[in-house]
């Protein structure tokens, strides 16, 4: 665990703004690509978002904060999802919705299909832009296993890599 | 798809400017007042959106004025509480009706002497860990990992005196005004005094001199009360504030009139509730609650409480109202 130290209640307005702009993009994509849903999404953002400005621990790096709020985000996702999946399914058609332009909205939708365990490592790898090696740290498994549910999630993704 | 092309649709995705404001207003009115009793004389209140008063010392100056009327007695109490008409005006109006009575409020705040009992309490929320798990926290302020090893984070020197040292600066501060310490047990138990700490301040209006203790508090979400909260109900109890004014009148206290100023549409609600102790309470609702108590005791003299509630329902203000115990022996409290 990375808390070190609780934080004051007090946050600058300048200091919420900076951050929520850092993230904002990047943790969408991750939420959204686990509830598949607008609303969910939005509450989960809220969340997220309130525990990083206003109950989060003082983080030693940067790189210590993103880890965290990217666990916090995958994390309250999971939640949700494990509370609502009988009742909520993912609702692909609110996807025109979200997305505007069609190719955006394909690869989302495709993401937001894919089985749990390859949507982390992808999301890992593409949206946060973590190496193998940190996607290991993160999610506490071997770095095999990451390169395996990578491939896996390619291939399901219909991603062909370069050279 | 090659991986490349991949990655430039995913940078593609992005959250549309609804959702993106309404998150962005949302976190930015998230408890973000510093609950300091300064910030909140300078800045009025954060959370009230339609009624404010001008000043605090412009309340208190128009309430003195005597209109005539009904008496209420507190049922089975030896100390009598009155009705109070709350009357809602323009600051234009108000600015009107001080220069009418020559009120000076400038000469009054210029001229007012303050005085502080005890700093007050610092706000500990809640702190999370990476699964998401709320810590452990002891009535020190230390946090627990969920494994029990312990966190240090700027421990409270009082710990567990903490009630009894926010009681001691009460008793000190009501003791300047001449009355006991009329905070009820609930409130400190349950509730911690903010910064800034009792409030006694002194100044003259008309050459008479003027005098009263103000207090606010913030909930303590660790105590038996709350501490079963999560999730918004937690959320939401961080956000509350009760502010406590008690101003002793040398003058009848019968059937005042009190101004408060509305910002925008009068969308408020007033009406008088007695307590369950039989104590006439006089409320404005809004989104910000306001009560008033006037009072007559043969021992204490004359007198006016007001508390103000933010982010509370009607229902929790009442429930708060029913704990306070005005009886002619205040110090039985």
Redesign the interface.
């Known amino acids: 665990m990375e808390i070190a130290q609780c934080t004051d209640q007090w946050i600058s307005e300048e200091l919420v703004i900076k951050k929520y702009n850092k993230y904002k993009n990047m943790l969408f994509n991750i939420a959204y690509s686990y509830v598949g849903n607008k609303h969910d999404c939005e509450d989960i953002l809220q969340e997220a978002f309130i525990k990083l400005c206003y109950h989060a621990p003082d983080f030693e790096s940067e790189e210590n904060e993103k880890r965290w709020i990217i666990r916090i985000t995958i994390n309250l996702c999971k939640n949700h999802l494990g509370k609502y999946w009988n009742r909520k399914k993912v609702p692909i058609e609110e996807l025109d919705e979200v997305f505007y332009q069609e190719n955006v909205r394909n690869v989302m939708s495709d993401i937001v299909r894919l089985p749990m365990k390859y949507k982390s490592c992808i999301l890992l790898y593409y949206i946060a832009g973590y190496k193998i090696s940190e996607i290991s740290d993160i999610l506490h498994i071997s770095e095999s296993a990451v390169k395996m549910r990578l491939k896996r999630g390619r291939d399901l993704l219909k991603i062909e890599m370069e050279d | ?4 092309e ?2 430039e ?2 940078m ?5 400017n609804f ?2 404001k ?3 207003n ?3 009115s ?3 007042d ?1 609950n300091s009793l300064e910030a909140e004389e300078q800045n009025s209140y954060k959370y009230r959106k339609l009624v404010k008063f001008a000043t605090k010392a412009a309340s208190v100056v128009l309430v003195l004025f005597v209109i005539g009327g009904a008496t209420a007695w507190a049922a089975g109490l030896l100390v009598k509480t009155y009705p109070v008409d709350i009357k809602t005006v323009t600051e234009e109006e108000l600015e009107k009706l001080h220069e009418e009575r020559k009120v000076n409020i400038d000469e009054y705040l210029a001229n007012r002497e303050i005085k502080r009992f005890g700093d007050g309490n ?11 798990n709320m ?1 452990k926290r002891d009535e020190y302020g230390n ?1 627990y ?1 969920t494994d029990g090893s312990i ?3 700027e421990p409270d020197q009082w710990g567990k005196g903490r009630i009894e040292k926010d009681k001691k600066n009460g008793d000190e501060a009501f003791a300047e005004i001449g009355l006991p310490n009329l905070i009820p047990d609930y409130i400190y138990e349950n509730y911690k005094v903010a910064e800034g700490g009792f409030v006694y301040s002194e100044s003259n209006i008309d050459g008479k001199p003027y005098k009263n203790v103000m207090v606010s508090f913030f909930p303590e979400y660790t105590s038996p009360e709350f501490s079963n909260l999560t999730g918004n109900d937690l ?1 939401t109890l961080l956000k509350k504030r009760i502010w406590f004014t008690i101003t002793p009148v040398d003058r009848p206290i019968e059937n005042t009139y009190v101004y408060l100023t509305v910002v925008g549409e009068d969308s408020g609600k007033t009406y008088s509730y007695t307590t369950s102790s039989g104590i006439l309470c006089n409320i404005r609702e809004d989104d910000h609650i306001i009560v008033f108590i006037n009072y007559s005791s043969e021992i204490y003299g004359n007198g006016q409480i007001m508390l103000e509630f933010s982010q509370y329902t009607i229902d929790e203000v009442k429930a708060i109202l029913d704990k306070l115990t005005l009886i002619e022996d205040f110090s039985q409290n």
């Open positions: 798809m090659k991986e490349k991949f990655k649709i995913l593609q995705s992005k959250m549309d959702m993106d309404k998150i962005m949302n976190l930015l998230y408890n973000t510093d610092k706000m500990k929320g809640p702190a999370y860990d990476t699964e998401g810590l946090l990992y966190i240090e984070s959320r």
